[in-house]
Protein backbone atom coordinates (compact mmCIF):
# COMPACT_ATOMS: atom_id res chain seq x y z
CA UNK A 1 0.00 0.00 0.00
CA UNK A 2 3.01 2.36 0.78
CA UNK A 3 4.54 1.41 -2.06
CA UNK A 4 1.45 2.28 -4.30
CA UNK A 5 1.44 5.93 -2.84
CA UNK A 6 5.00 6.93 -3.48
CA UNK A 7 4.78 6.42 -7.08
CA UNK A 8 2.28 10.02 -7.55
CA UNK A 9 4.24 11.78 -4.66
CA UNK A 10 7.20 10.91 -6.62
CA UNK A 11 5.88 12.54 -9.72
CA UNK A 12 4.54 15.24 -8.04
CA UNK A 13 7.89 15.91 -5.99
CA UNK A 14 9.75 15.87 -9.64
CA UNK A 15 6.99 17.96 -11.58
CA UNK A 16 7.27 20.58 -8.38
CA UNK A 17 10.73 20.81 -8.93
CA UNK A 18 10.69 21.33 -12.88
CA UNK A 19 8.00 24.40 -12.12
CA UNK A 20 10.63 25.86 -9.46
CA UNK A 21 13.69 26.04 -12.07
CA UNK A 22 14.33 29.14 -13.49
CA UNK A 23 12.51 29.57 -17.16
CA UNK A 24 15.27 29.93 -19.77
CA UNK A 25 14.76 33.32 -21.55
CA UNK A 26 14.00 32.71 -25.67
CA UNK A 27 16.40 34.97 -27.21
CA UNK A 28 16.18 36.08 -31.20
CA UNK A 29 19.28 37.51 -32.62
CA UNK A 30 21.13 37.16 -35.78
CA UNK A 31 24.66 34.82 -35.19
CA UNK A 32 27.76 36.60 -36.63
CA UNK A 33 27.09 34.44 -40.05
CA UNK A 34 23.53 35.69 -40.32
CA UNK A 35 24.03 39.31 -39.09
CA UNK A 36 22.77 42.08 -42.72
CA UNK A 37 22.30 45.38 -42.06
CA UNK A 38 20.24 47.32 -44.73
CA UNK A 39 19.94 50.68 -45.84
CA UNK A 40 16.40 52.41 -47.40
CA UNK A 41 17.28 55.98 -48.71
CA UNK A 42 15.17 58.62 -50.21
CA UNK A 43 14.27 62.17 -49.65
CA UNK A 44 11.49 61.42 -47.88
CA UNK A 45 12.46 58.25 -45.55
CA UNK A 46 16.04 56.87 -44.56
CA UNK A 47 15.96 53.52 -42.66
CA UNK A 48 18.63 51.59 -41.57
CA UNK A 49 17.19 47.64 -40.97
CA UNK A 50 18.26 44.35 -39.47
CA UNK A 51 16.84 40.97 -40.33
CA UNK A 52 16.05 38.71 -37.06
CA UNK A 53 16.02 35.45 -37.52
CA UNK A 54 12.51 33.70 -35.95
CA UNK A 55 11.66 37.41 -34.93
CA UNK A 56 11.22 39.87 -37.78
CA UNK A 57 13.38 42.77 -37.88
CA UNK A 58 14.88 46.03 -35.65
CA UNK A 59 15.13 49.23 -37.81
CA UNK A 60 16.80 52.86 -37.21
CA UNK A 61 14.57 55.13 -39.25
CA UNK A 62 14.10 58.87 -39.86
CA UNK A 63 10.94 60.44 -41.73
CA UNK A 64 11.11 64.09 -43.18
CA UNK A 65 10.72 66.55 -40.59
CA UNK A 66 10.58 63.55 -37.53
CA UNK A 67 12.81 62.84 -35.05
CA UNK A 68 14.64 59.33 -35.78
CA UNK A 69 13.25 56.64 -33.91
CA UNK A 70 14.31 52.75 -33.00
CA UNK A 71 11.56 49.79 -34.17
CA UNK A 72 10.84 46.15 -33.06
CA UNK A 73 8.62 44.77 -35.79
CA UNK A 74 7.52 40.93 -35.94
CA UNK A 75 4.76 39.17 -37.75
CA UNK A 76 5.86 36.02 -36.27
CA UNK A 77 6.39 36.77 -31.85
CA UNK A 78 4.26 38.99 -30.46
CA UNK A 79 6.06 40.02 -27.16
CA UNK A 80 3.19 41.35 -25.44
CA UNK A 81 1.64 44.85 -23.88
CA UNK A 82 3.49 46.66 -21.21
CA UNK A 83 7.19 46.93 -20.18
CA UNK A 84 10.59 45.81 -21.07
CA UNK A 85 14.01 46.10 -19.94
CA UNK A 86 16.24 48.15 -22.18
CA UNK A 87 20.21 47.07 -22.18
CA UNK A 88 23.25 47.83 -24.30
CA UNK A 89 24.96 44.49 -23.99
CA UNK A 90 28.01 42.86 -25.15
CA UNK A 91 28.25 40.80 -28.31
CA UNK A 92 29.37 37.50 -27.83
CA UNK A 93 32.73 38.34 -29.32
CA UNK A 94 33.24 40.87 -26.60
CA UNK A 95 32.05 39.68 -23.27
CA UNK A 96 34.20 41.88 -21.31
CA UNK A 97 32.24 45.05 -22.43
CA UNK A 98 30.04 46.19 -19.36
CA UNK A 99 26.15 46.33 -19.98
CA UNK A 100 24.67 49.27 -19.89
CA UNK A 101 21.07 49.70 -18.54
CA UNK A 102 19.29 52.49 -20.09
CA UNK A 103 15.74 51.87 -18.61
CA UNK A 104 12.39 50.60 -20.20
CA UNK A 105 10.48 50.90 -23.04
CA UNK A 106 6.86 50.33 -23.03
CA UNK A 107 5.57 47.22 -25.38
CA UNK A 108 2.44 47.53 -28.08
CA UNK A 109 1.05 44.79 -30.28
CA UNK A 110 2.26 43.42 -33.14
CA UNK A 111 3.45 44.23 -35.83
CA UNK A 112 5.49 46.99 -34.23
CA UNK A 113 5.89 46.31 -31.00
CA UNK A 114 8.48 48.96 -30.01
CA UNK A 115 8.55 52.58 -31.68
CA UNK A 116 10.72 54.33 -29.91
CA UNK A 117 11.61 58.32 -30.07
CA UNK A 118 13.76 60.07 -27.28
CA UNK A 119 17.13 60.40 -26.89
CA UNK A 120 18.00 57.01 -26.49
CA UNK A 121 17.47 56.41 -29.83
CA UNK A 122 20.69 57.87 -30.59
CA UNK A 123 22.49 55.92 -27.97
CA UNK A 124 21.47 52.84 -29.38
CA UNK A 125 22.67 53.87 -32.72
CA UNK A 126 25.94 54.89 -31.26
CA UNK A 127 26.14 51.91 -29.32
CA UNK A 128 25.79 49.40 -31.90
CA UNK A 129 28.47 51.49 -34.62
CA UNK A 130 30.62 50.80 -31.26
CA UNK A 131 30.41 47.66 -31.96
CA UNK A 132 27.28 46.83 -28.63
CA UNK A 133 24.67 45.31 -28.78
CA UNK A 134 20.43 46.49 -28.28
CA UNK A 135 18.86 44.43 -26.15
CA UNK A 136 15.06 44.18 -25.39
CA UNK A 137 14.26 42.03 -22.63
CA UNK A 138 10.16 41.52 -21.43
CA UNK A 139 9.04 40.17 -18.02
CA UNK A 140 7.55 36.94 -20.68
CA UNK A 141 11.00 35.61 -20.77
CA UNK A 142 11.62 37.19 -24.44
CA UNK A 143 14.63 38.84 -25.15
CA UNK A 144 15.73 40.69 -29.24
CA UNK A 145 19.20 41.51 -29.06
CA UNK A 146 20.57 43.17 -31.79
CA UNK A 147 23.86 41.77 -33.72
CA UNK A 148 26.44 45.08 -34.08
CA UNK A 149 28.12 42.89 -37.07
CA UNK A 150 28.78 44.77 -40.63
CA UNK A 151 26.46 47.56 -39.37
CA UNK A 152 29.07 49.87 -40.65
CA UNK A 153 28.28 48.44 -44.09
CA UNK A 154 25.57 51.01 -44.35
CA UNK A 155 25.73 53.25 -41.98
CA UNK A 156 27.45 55.74 -44.15
CA UNK A 157 24.35 56.10 -46.12
CA UNK A 158 22.05 56.01 -43.46
CA UNK A 159 23.46 59.38 -42.02
CA UNK A 160 23.90 61.14 -45.29
CA UNK A 161 20.56 60.23 -45.96
CA UNK A 162 19.34 61.71 -42.76
CA UNK A 163 21.70 64.28 -43.77
CA UNK A 164 19.21 65.30 -47.03
CA UNK A 165 16.04 64.57 -45.69
CA UNK A 166 13.33 67.17 -47.12
CA UNK A 167 12.54 69.88 -44.31
CA UNK A 168 9.07 68.17 -43.68
CA UNK A 169 6.39 65.94 -44.81
CA UNK A 170 2.87 65.66 -46.19
CA UNK A 171 1.07 65.56 -43.05
CA UNK A 172 3.68 69.31 -42.37
CA UNK A 173 2.74 70.74 -45.87
CA UNK A 174 -1.16 69.60 -46.17
CA UNK A 175 -2.45 72.25 -45.20
CA UNK A 176 0.09 75.62 -45.06
CA UNK A 177 -0.62 79.97 -45.05
CA UNK A 178 1.29 82.66 -46.50
CA UNK A 179 0.20 85.61 -44.41
CA UNK A 180 0.71 89.40 -45.64
CA UNK A 181 0.49 92.94 -44.41
CA UNK A 182 -2.40 94.87 -44.67
CA UNK A 183 -3.27 95.80 -49.00
CA UNK A 184 0.09 94.01 -49.56
CA UNK A 185 0.31 91.48 -52.40
CA UNK A 186 3.65 90.57 -52.92
CA UNK A 187 5.40 87.79 -51.01
CA UNK A 188 8.17 88.77 -48.27
CA UNK A 189 10.99 86.05 -47.79
CA UNK A 190 9.31 84.37 -44.89
CA UNK A 191 6.78 83.59 -47.19
CA UNK A 192 9.25 82.43 -50.12
CA UNK A 193 10.99 80.41 -48.09
CA UNK A 194 7.54 78.28 -46.94
CA UNK A 195 7.41 77.97 -50.52
CA UNK A 196 10.51 77.07 -51.50
CA UNK A 197 9.85 73.48 -49.10
CA UNK A 198 6.10 73.19 -50.40
CA UNK A 199 7.74 73.11 -54.11
CA UNK A 200 10.82 70.87 -52.60
CA UNK A 201 8.37 68.37 -51.38
CA UNK A 202 6.05 68.25 -54.32
CA UNK A 203 8.81 67.61 -56.43
CA UNK A 204 9.63 64.75 -54.70
CA UNK A 205 6.42 62.88 -53.96
CA UNK A 206 4.65 61.65 -56.75
CA UNK A 207 1.50 61.09 -54.75
CA UNK A 208 0.39 64.73 -55.34
CA UNK A 209 -2.79 65.11 -57.18
CA UNK A 210 -3.67 68.62 -56.76
CA UNK A 211 -2.67 71.64 -55.02
CA UNK A 212 -5.37 74.18 -54.12
CA UNK A 213 -3.86 77.53 -54.06
CA UNK A 214 -6.85 80.08 -52.32
CA UNK A 215 -6.40 83.99 -51.69
CA UNK A 216 -8.39 85.90 -48.61
CA UNK A 217 -8.44 89.22 -47.61
CA UNK A 218 -9.78 91.02 -43.95
CA UNK A 219 -13.24 92.97 -43.73
CA UNK A 220 -12.08 96.08 -44.31
CA UNK A 221 -12.39 97.66 -47.90
CA UNK A 222 -15.22 96.93 -50.47
CA UNK A 223 -16.36 93.80 -51.80
CA UNK A 224 -14.86 94.10 -54.89
CA UNK A 225 -11.64 95.48 -53.88
CA UNK A 226 -11.23 92.68 -51.09
CA UNK A 227 -11.78 90.15 -54.03
CA UNK A 228 -8.88 91.92 -56.59
CA UNK A 229 -6.87 92.01 -53.89
CA UNK A 230 -7.43 88.20 -53.08
CA UNK A 231 -6.90 87.42 -56.21
CA UNK A 232 -3.70 89.25 -56.91
CA UNK A 233 -2.05 87.49 -53.45
CA UNK A 234 -3.46 84.11 -55.14
CA UNK A 235 -1.57 85.05 -58.07
CA UNK A 236 1.36 86.06 -56.41
CA UNK A 237 1.80 82.57 -54.59
CA UNK A 238 0.66 80.60 -58.08
CA UNK A 239 3.40 82.53 -60.05
CA UNK A 240 5.90 81.55 -57.27
CA UNK A 241 5.25 78.12 -56.65
CA UNK A 242 5.55 77.77 -61.10
CA UNK A 243 8.66 79.47 -60.51
CA UNK A 244 10.08 76.63 -58.36
CA UNK A 245 9.42 73.96 -61.05
CA UNK A 246 5.64 73.27 -59.64
CA UNK A 247 3.26 71.83 -63.15
CA UNK A 248 0.67 74.18 -63.22
CA UNK A 249 -1.30 71.41 -64.12
CA UNK A 250 -1.55 70.39 -60.59
CA UNK A 251 -2.51 74.02 -59.12
CA UNK A 252 -6.04 75.31 -58.81
CA UNK A 253 -6.16 79.06 -57.86
CA UNK A 254 -8.99 80.89 -56.48
CA UNK A 255 -9.61 83.99 -54.33
CA UNK A 256 -12.79 84.94 -52.45
CA UNK A 257 -12.12 88.26 -50.87
CA UNK A 258 -13.40 88.33 -47.37
CA UNK A 259 -15.85 85.95 -47.91
CA UNK A 260 -14.40 82.87 -45.61
CA UNK A 261 -12.22 84.69 -42.38
CA UNK A 262 -10.18 82.07 -40.51
CA UNK A 263 -10.78 84.36 -37.71
CA UNK A 264 -14.06 85.92 -36.89
CA UNK A 265 -14.30 89.86 -34.91
CA UNK A 266 -12.60 92.86 -36.00
CA UNK A 267 -9.61 94.16 -34.38
CA UNK A 268 -5.66 94.07 -35.60
CA UNK A 269 -5.43 90.02 -34.89
CA UNK A 270 -8.52 88.80 -36.42
CA UNK A 271 -7.65 91.18 -39.66
CA UNK A 272 -3.94 89.75 -39.31
CA UNK A 273 -5.23 85.83 -39.58
CA UNK A 274 -7.48 86.70 -42.66
CA UNK A 275 -4.87 88.45 -45.23
CA UNK A 276 -3.50 85.31 -45.93
CA UNK A 277 -3.12 83.22 -49.04
CA UNK A 278 -3.60 78.71 -48.24
CA UNK A 279 -2.18 75.69 -49.86
CA UNK A 280 -3.41 72.81 -49.37
CA UNK A 281 -1.98 69.47 -50.99
CA UNK A 282 -3.67 66.21 -52.18
CA UNK A 283 -2.97 62.83 -53.15
CA UNK A 284 -3.98 60.23 -54.72
Known amino acids: MN ?29 LGQSRWFAQSSALECRLYQPIPNYGLAAFERQAGQPMSFILESGMVNLGRGQARLTMEAPAWQPSAITAEL ?92 LDDIALYVDHDDRISQIYIEGHADERGSAFYNRRLSEDRAMAVTQYMISRGVSPSLIVTRF ?22 TVRLERF
Open 256 to 277: HGDAFPARQGGGEQSWAANRRV
Open 103 to 194: GTVSLQSQPQALVLTDHRVQQLLEGVSQGMAPTVSTGTGYRVKLSPARFRDHQGEFMVCMANLLPGNFAQFERSSVFFNTDVRVLDDEAKSL
Open 3 to 31: HNLSVPLNCYLILLGLMLMPVQAITFEAS
